[in-house]
């Protein structure tokens, strides 16, 4: 734990802390924790630096002599996107029971790009380590969300054992006077700032909660490649260096020793050979002469070993699976690839934990605006259900849906299906398609419809028939 000058604190993490029974950051307070997350986002942006292949080799100062080759082994690209592809590739799904509520929920998904901000909310969370989803009311006074940025806004949460946030700050610098300006969003308020000046907001938070959630895949708000820095950084070098020697030995040297070939005495060979590429003394030994390329000295092993080292290194601590391993190749039954991608499915279960949390607080400040759903407590009710992104067997998943079939209900069964995205409308369309097929055959059964009309008329025709029978033979005894 640090503490800064105040009253605040900082954990482990870069979390923010402020006394519970304080109404509102001081000032000087503000400024200290604003001057920490800028610190702080030195390293946040070093690491957007590294997922764009913008490496510290490529600023380091240049050599002397020799070929200077600097190239970049953009892993955090891949483990980055690899990772974030397999947890939110397939788009969770987020789902009420009631069925209005479901379809105004899915309406402010599909109108807020919910799902799009989400996977973007997910690739901050595997470069920086945490990221911002901020709720806000546009011109027209509809409820949306967007997502922020660790570098230029932060979180700062009560002293107390539910840790509840106490108050979120964005902040950027102002280009005129050259002062940080930002705003700071309580639960009951909303403050700006100018430098060391705070003043109170125009605007009003109709949300009586703080409206911002933070999102992180672990406590310790680590990215997913920060464990593997050191070694991407090594991996680099190795690679810069491997392609400074086949450069530097690329030229292939000639020596000529103990044969004279100036004929004419000009001091120069008189062949037609290459100029500085060659080592020429024909006043050596002449019966022992030799000519011959010089040999580069093979240190090729020893280089691509320790780079097969470090590659496989930065997949195993980085724990995300490379797609591109020989491990990968031929036809690996399922149980098999499960275990070779266990340890990033853990990771990932982890993820899915946090993840449905903050969404759940997410919700609550949404429907708390009451205009997405008539329940400002239905975000208690939401279903959430995450989908690894991994390959489908469509004949597998056929055959896992045919077995459920009898066993638990359509819903259920669709929502272990990766094949549907929505198991609520897909059993509404089922219905709805057993319904048409009906009313067709009804249409299309015509002439049975008309042949139990004529029987049914033959039968009354019988009856009446019957009846007059009937009726003229009481006249007659009458």
């Given at each position: 734990m ?8 900082i ?7 402020y006394?519970?029974?304080?109404e509102?950051?001081d000032p000087h307070?503000l400024?200290?924790?604003m001057?920490?997350?800028?610190q702080?986002?030195?390293?946040y ?11 510290d080799?490529l ?6 002599y020799g070929p ?10 891949y483990?980055v ?5 397999f947890?939110?590739?397939i788009?969770?799904?987020i789902?009420?029971d ?6 105004a929920l899915q ?7 919910f799902?799009?901000?989400?996977s973007?909310?997910s690739?901050q ?5 945490r ?6 009311q ?16 932060f979180m ?6 539910a ?22 969003y ?11 000046v ?12 703080v ?5 992180y ?6 990215g997913?490649f920060?464990?593997?820095?050191t ?7 190795v ?13 292939a040297?000639?020596?000529i020793?103990g044969?004279d ?7 120069r060979?008189?062949?037609n050979?290459?100029?500085n590429?060659?080592?020429?003394s ?11 390329f ?11 070993h320790?780079i097969d080292?470090?590659v496989s ?10 797609l591109n391993?020989?491990?990968f ?5 399922g149980?098999?690839l ?14 899915e ?9 997410l ?5 708390s ?10 975000w ?17 998943e ?10 638990v209900?359509?819903e259920?069964?669709?929502?272990n ?18 319904q ?42 009458e």
């Amino acid at each position: 734990m640090e503490t800064v000058n105040g009253k605040g604190q900082i954990l482990d993490g870069h979390i923010f802390i402020y006394p519970a029974d304080e109404e509102e950051l001081d000032p000087h307070d503000l400024l200290s924790f604003m001057r920490r997350n800028i610190q702080y986002a030195k390293d946040y942006k070093h690491n957007m630096q590294m997922y764009l292949g913008n490496h510290d080799i490529l600023h380091q100062q240049r050599r002397m002599y020799g070929p200077d080759n600097r190239l970049v082994a953009n892993l955090p690209h891949y483990i980055v996107d690899t990772y974030n592809g397999f947890f939110t590739g397939i788009p969770p799904k987020i789902t009420l029971d009631d069925k209005n509520e479901n379809e105004a929920l899915q309406q402010w998904n599909d109108t807020n790009s919910f799902q799009d901000k989400l996977s973007e909310i997910s690739k901050q969370t595997d470069i920086y380590g945490r990221s911002f989803a901020f709720i806000y009311q546009d011109e027209s006074a509809n409820t949306c969300i967007a997502y922020a940025s660790p570098t230029d806004a932060f979180m700062v949460y009560d002293d107390t054992v539910a840790r509840k946030p106490f108050a979120f700050v964005r902040y950027w610098k102002d280009t005129e006077s050259g002062l940080w300006t930002g705003m700071v969003y309580y639960a009951n308020k909303i403050k700006t700032f100018k430098g060391s000046v705070v003043e109170d907001s125009d605007q009003n938070n109709m949300y009586n909660l703080v409206p911002a959630v933070e999102f992180y895949g672990n406590e310790e708000r680590q990215g997913v490649f920060d464990n593997v820095k050191t070694l991407i950084d090594e991996l680099d070098r190795v690679l810069s260096q491997k392609a400074n020697q086949v450069e530097y030995f690329d030229n292939a040297y000639l020596k000529i020793l103990g044969l004279d070939l100036d004929e004419d005495g000009d001091g120069r060979p008189d062949a037609n050979l290459i100029g500085n590429q060659m080592i020429y003394s024909p006043n050596a030994d002449a019966a022992n002469a030799d000519v011959e390329f010089i040999s580069k000295p093979d240190g090729d092993n020893m280089q691509e070993h320790i780079i097969d080292r470090l590659v496989s290194m930065i997949y195993q601590v980085s724990m995300v699976a490379n797609l591109n391993d020989e491990a990968f190749a031929g036809n690996s039954s399922g149980v098999a690839l499960q275990y070779k991608l266990l340890p990033m499915r853990n990771m990932a279960a982890n993820k899915e934990r946090k993840f449905t949390q903050a969404l759940r607080k997410l919700y609550r400040i949404v429907f708390s605006a009451d205009q997405v759903v008539k329940d400002k407590d239905a975000w208690q009710d939401l279903l959430f259900d995450f989908k690894q992104n991994l390959p489908i067997d469509i004949s597998e998943e056929a055959d896992t849906l045919q077995k459920l079939s009898g066993v638990v209900s359509k819903e259920t069964a669709f929502r272990n299906s990766r094949l549907i995205d929505d198991p609520k409308k897909e059993v509404e369309r089922m219905q709805k398609e057993k319904q048409e097929e009906m009313n067709q055959a009804l249409q299309h059964s015509a002439s049975a419809t008309d042949q139990m009309l004529m029987d049914d008329q033959k039968e009354n025709d019988k009856e009446v028939v019957g009846f007059r029978k009937n009726g003229d033979s009481d006249d007659e005894e009458e």
